[in-house]
C-alpha cells in the first residue's frame, strides 16, 4: 500500500487516469487533506504528481480485470472541499464516485470499464464511452455532452427537461430522453426549450444514452 497525502487547499485541479484496476472516490475523514490511496497494486505503476494546483494520478497497468485479484486506488476527498475542474478516464475497471462537486467541468472516459456516479454536482459534463457503461446521477447546471460507442450511458439529471436544449445524432443505437425514444437509425434532432439554461448534446453510434429528469 502507498498513500500520498496534499493539504486540500492546494488542489483545485484533479486528473486521473487508470488502466486496469479499480477506481474509489471517497469523503475524506480528514477535511484539511486530499489522500491519493493505492490499496492493493504495483507500486511501478503508481504515479502520483503535483504541478501548482493541480494533481495529476496515473496507474499505467493493462490487461483484463479479474474477481480474485484486481488493484484498487482509492481517492478521499473533504466533503466541503469543491473542485473546479477534474478528469478521469479508465480502461478496464470499476470506477465509483459520491458527493463530488465540480464547480466547472467534469470529464469522464471510460473505455471497457464500468463507472458509477451518486449525488453529484457540476457545472459541465462530458462522457465518452467506449464498450463499456456510464451511469451519472446528480445537478447539472450548465452543458452536457456525450459520445458513446458500443456502450451504455444513463444520466439521472435532477432538474426539469425543459431546463435543457437538445442536440441528438443516433447511427444505429437508441437515444431516449425520459420515456420518449429520440434518436433511432442515422437519425437526427433538435430540441429547444425557450427559458433553457444549458445544452446537451447526445451523440450514439451502436450504443444506447438514456437520460431521465423529473420531467
Do not use: W
Not at 42 to 49: G, I, K, N, Q, S
Not at 89 to 94: L, R, V
Not at 129 to 149: A, F, P, T, W
Amino acid at each position: 500500500m502507498d498513500e500520498k497525502i496534499f493539504l486540500v487547499e492546494e488542489i483545485k485541479d484533479i486528473n486521473l487516469e487508470i488502466g486496469a484496476a479499480n477506481l474509489f472516490l471517497q469523503r475524506a475523514e480528514n477535511q484539511d487533506e486530499l489522500k491519493v490511496i493505492l490499496a492493493k497494486g504495483e507500486m511501478a505503476h503508481f504515479h502520483v504528481t503535483k504541478q501548482e494546483n493541480q494533481l495529476e494520478m496515473s496507474y499505467k497497468k493493462n490487461g483484463k480485470i479479474s474477481r480474485e485479484e484486481t488493484d484498487e486506488i482509492i481517492v478521499q476527498i473533504p466533503e466541503n472541499h469543491h473542485l473546479e475542474n477534474m478528469s478521469v478516464s479508465i480502461g478496464a475497471g470499476k470506477l465509483k464516485a459520491e458527493n463530488i462537486t465540480v464547480m466547472e467541468r467534469l470529464g469522464l472516459e471510460v473505455g471497457a470499464g464500468k463507472a458509477k456516479l451518486k449525488n453529484m454536482h457540476v457545472r459541465n459534463l462530458a462522457i465518452e464511452c467506449g464498450v463499456g457503461k456510464c451511469h451519472y446521477e446528480g445537478v447539472l447546471e450548465h452543458d452536457m455532452k456525450v459520445q458513446c460507442g458500443v456502450g451504455q450511458v444513463k444520466a439521472e439529471l435532477d432538474a426539469e427537461e425543459s431546463d435543457y436544449n437538445y442536440s441528438i445524432s443516433c447511427a444505429l443505437g437508441k437515444i431516449k430522453i425520459n420515456d420518449n425514444s429520440m434518436g433511432t437509425f442515422a437519425s437526427e434532432k433538435t430540441i429547444q426549450h425557450a427559458n433553457a439554461r444549458g445544452n446537451i448534446a447526445l451523440e450514439c453510434g451502436l450504443g444506447n444514452i438514456h437520460v431521465t429528469t423529473r420531467v
